[in-house]
C-alpha cells in the first residue's frame, strides 16, 4: 500500500466538456437495486423500502409485499434457469416437472449425475430448452407465480445458458442436447423462452448473462448482474476475536480486489451486454463480512486477554464496490455472507452521483477519478493527497464516507482519502463518493 503521496493538482476541466457525449448514459447507475434472501427484520424492511427494485430468495408474504408495493419497489423472486430441484417437500411445479421429466429434462435417469444436487440431498433436473410443451408449462407457471405473489419479475440464477455446462464441464448434459437437438443452439432456444416471458410483461435479471457466446442471453433482460468483482467474502484466513455481541469467534475480513483489475472489468463488462441489448442495466453484486472496530476496551476469558471489538458495517468495502460500479457507468449493491443485510445497510445508495461528464481518468500512480453531473468519485489503492478541478461555481462538496463537508476553493477540491486499518493490521483499497453542493 501507498502512503499519503504528495499533493498534486490536476487541471482537467477541458476533459469535463470534451468528455461530454458520455453523459448519455441514462444514469444507469443511479437505479437502486437490492439483495436480500431472508425474511427481513424491521430496519432491513425500511431500508429495503427505498430501492427501485429488491431481490428476494422466496416470496415475501402478503403484509410485507404491500408495503413495498407502497413504496413503488419492483420485486424479483430467485429461480435457477437451467434446472431445478427434486427434494422432500417440493412444490406443485417441481413434481410436474418431475412426472414428466423424460420429456422435460436433460438427465431424467436415476444414473445421471447430480453434481449440484448432492450437495443438498436432493436430485437436481437440467431442462431441456428445446421442449415446447416445457416451456409453454414453465412460461404460465412463472407467470401465475409473479402475480399470485404481486411480484414483478424473476431473478434467473446460472444466466449464461450453454456457457454453464461448457464452464463445470457438464458433458452429460452437453452431449445429451446435442443427441437429441443435432443443429439445434441451446441458447436460442433459451432466449426464446425469456422472450415469451417478456412478452407477458415479466421482468427478468439474469445472472452473467453476458457470459453466453456473443452475450445472446442478455438479449431480451432487464438486468444482468455479476458477483464478486471488487470485494468478497471468500475467506482466505480466519482470526480469532473478541466482539462486544458474541463474545470470543473465529472472524474473516473482507477481500478486495486491485483497483486497475477492479476498473477494467467496470468497464468491461457491461459493454459485453449493452452490445447486444443497449437498454439493460448492469449490476455489481459485492459481498463484505462485518469491519470489526476497536471498542477500546479489554477483556480476558479462559485466562485470554483479548482487545473488544464491536462488529459494524464495512463501510470501506461499502464504498469501493459502489465507487468501481459508478466508474463503469453501473449500479452496485454489497450484501453480506449469504445474501444476507447483516452489516452491509448504508445511505450511500440513496444519495445519486447523476449523470457521468468525463472519462475514468488516472491522477496517480492506482489513483482514479470520474465526474459526474451532481458529484465525482475517487478510487485508489491506498492513501493519497491531491486537488481536483471541479466545474466553476461551487462552493463546496460532501464527502459520503467521512460524513462531512469539503470546502472548495478557487474550483479546485483537496482530496485525502486514506484506508482504515483492518484488526489483521492490513489496509485495502478505497473508494470516495463527493456530491457537490448546491
Request: glycine share 6%.
Amino acid at each position: 500500500m501507498k502512503s499519503a503521496a504528495s499533493t498534486v493538482v490536476i487541471a482537467c476541466l477541458v476533459c469535463l466538456t470534451a468528455c461530454s457525449s458520455y453523459s448519455g448514459l441514462h444514469e444507469r447507475q443511479n437505479i437502486k437495486v437490492a439483495f436480500q434472501y431472508f425474511k427481513p427484520s424491521k430496519d432491513e424492511l425500511a431500508f429495503l423500502s427505498r430501492f427501485d427494485v429488491v431481490v428476494t430468495g422466496k416470496f415475501l408474504d402478503s403484509e410485507t409485499v404491500a408495503l413495498l408495493k407502497s413504496k413503488k419497489v419492483k420485486l424479483l423472486y430467485y429461480d435457477w434457469l437451467p434446472a431445478f430441484y427434486y427434494c422432500g417437500g417440493h412444490t406443485d411445479w417441481e413434481e410436474m416437472a418431475y412426472q414428466n421429466r423424460l420429456y422435460w429434462t436433460l438427465d431424467p435417469a436415476e444414473s445421471d449425475p447430480d453434481p449440484m444436487g448432492d450437495a443438498y440431498g436432493c436430485t437436481d433436473f437440467f431442462y431441456d430448452m428445446a421442449a415446447d410443451d416445457m416451456i409453454d408449462a414453465r412460461i404460465n407457471h412463472i407467470v401465475s407465480e409473479v402475480q399470485t405473489h404481486r411480484y414483478d419479475g424473476v431473478f434467473f440464477d446460472w444466466g449464461s445458458g450453454w456457457y454453464a455446462f461448457q464452464e463445470n464441464n457438464y458433458q452429460f448434459l452437453i452431449k445429451e442436447f446435442q443427441k437429441r437437438h443435432p443443429g439445434i443452439d441451446y441458447n436460442e432456444r433459451a432466449s426464446e423462452f425469456l422472450k415469451k416471458l417478456r412478452d407477458r410483461n415479466v421482468r427478468i435479471m439474469l445472472n452473467g448473462g453476458f457470459r453466453s457466446e456473443g452475450s445472446k442471453m442478455d438479449t431480451y433482460a432487464d438486468f444482468d448482474i455479476v458477483e464478486s468483482m471488487f470485494t468478497t467474502t471468500d475467506c482466505k484466513k480466519s482470526f480469532e476475536i473478541y466482539t462486544a455481541q458474541e463474545g470470543v469467534q473465529k472472524a474473516c475480513e473482507t477481500t478486495f480486489n486491485a483497483v486497475p483489475v477492479s476498473l477494467n472489468l467496470a468497464a468491461s463488462l457491461p459493454a459485453k451486454a449493452q452490445s447486444v441489448n443497449p437498454k439493460i442495466r448492469f449490476i455489481f453484486l459485492n459481498y463484505a463480512f462485518p469491519f470489526y472496530k476497536d471498542a477500546g476496551e479489554k477483556t480476558s476469558t479462559k485466562n485470554k486477554k483479548y482487545t473488544v471489538y464491536e462488529k459494524t458495517p464495512d463501510r470501506q468495502a461499502i464504498y469501493y464496490a459502489l465507487a468501481c460500479s459508478y466508474m463503469g457507468d453501473s449500479t452496485g449493491f454489497v450484501n453480506g455472507p449469504e445474501v444476507s443485510l447483516d452489516s452491509v445497510m448504508d445511505d450511500v445508495y440513496f444519495l445519486p452521483i447523476g449523470k457521468a461528464v468525463g472519462k475514468v481518468m488516472k491522477i496517480m500512480d492506482n489513483v482514479y477519478v470520474r465526474y459526474f453531473s451532481k458529484g465525482l468519485v475517487i478510487v485508489s489503492d491506498g492513501d493519497a493527497a491531491f486537488e481536483l478541478s471541479v466545474p466553476g461555481g461551487k462552493s463546496g462538496a460532501f464527502d459520503l464516507y467521512e460524513k462531512k463537508r469539503v470546502e472548495i476553493k478557487n474550483n479546485k477540491l483537496a482530496a485525502h482519502p486514506a484506508s482504515r486499518v483492518y484488526p489483521s493490521g492490513s489496509k485495502h483499497p478505497i473508494g470516495r463518493i463527493y456530491l457537490y453542493e448546491h
